[in-house]
T-cell receptor
Framework: GNSVTQMEGPVTLSEEAFLTINCTYT??????LFWYVQYPGEGLQLLLK???ADDKGSNKGFEATYRKETTSFHLEKGSVQVSDSAVYFC????????????WGAGTKLIIKP | DTEVTQTPKHLVMGMTNKKSLKCEQH?????MYWYKQKAKKPPELMFV???????INESVPSRFSPECPNSSLLNLHLHALQPEDSALYLC??????????????FGQGTRLTVV
């Protein structure tokens, strides 16, 4: 079945550091891939998405590229801010999951000033 | 308007109480969802409605009863809950149930505490 694996957290960085949060997936066919962010005490917000291989999703300085050859969708940002502190979830949606979102475990990101 | 609105934001209820959570969206989405999220965990799917009909029930106990009165509204009726049901309950919507490339829009959630 479909599954998503994210790197264990928490990830602690200093402000202006480069961020990578790894996400790999298992799925047949051509799922769509998503990154959601959850700020403390809030619901989930879509950060970015990609719907086919080699697509790059981007938003608010974050980027992720759909790599079918490595089944990955790593999240990157060139210079993080304290306000980026949150939990980041990688997710996929595909035929094999009955079109429902399959979630990674989440990665907590802590940015120190 | 890309908002999903949930009320109330916080709810404390006793194990013998009956309460309801409400969710509203005005994006014309035909799929609506209830999720349960425990601390430090990803959301767990509970129910999916498609065109106001229950499409998926992820073996949720009957003390949770969903209702979709119209295409914009989704309710979750709660009765005789247990303390372990305390969690963040999230409502979401998406354009259709079976469009792989479309995202789900989430509300801010209801923080439920069962005492």
């Amino acid at each position: 079945g479909n599954s998503v694996t994210q790197m264990e957290g928490p990830v602690t960085l200093s402000e202006e550091a480069f961020l990578t949060i790894n996400c790999t997936y298992t799925a047949t066919g051509y799922p769509s891939l998503f990154w959601y962010v959850q700020y403390p005490g809030e619901g989930l917000q879509l950060l970015l998405k990609a719907t086919k291989a080699d697509d790059k999703g981007s938003n608010k300085g974050f980027e992720a590229t759909y790599r079918k050859e490595t089944t990955s969708f790593h999240l990157e940002k060139g210079s993080v801010q304290v306000s980026d502190s949150a939990v980041y979830f990688c997710a996929l949606r595909g035929l094999d999951s009955n079109y429902q979102l399959i979630w990674g475990a989440g990665t907590k990101l802590i940015i120190k000033p | 308007d890309t908002e999903v609105t949930q009320t109330p934001k916080h709810l404390v209820m006793g194990m013998t109480n009956k309460k309801s959570l409400k969710c509203e969206q005005h994006m014309g989405h035909r799929a609506m969802y209830w999720y349960k999220q425990k601390a430090k965990k990803p959301p767990e799917l509970m129910f999916v409605y498609s065109y106001e009909k229950l499409s998926i029930n992820e073996s949720v106990p009957s003390r949770f009863s969903p209702e979709c009165p119209n295409s914009s509204l989704l309710n979750l009726h709660l009765h005789a809950l247990q303390p372990e049901d305390s969690a963040l309950y999230l409502c979401a919507s998406s354009q259709e149930i079976n469009l792989v490339g479309t995202e789900a829009f989430f509300g801010q959630g209801t923080r439920l505490t069962v005492v």
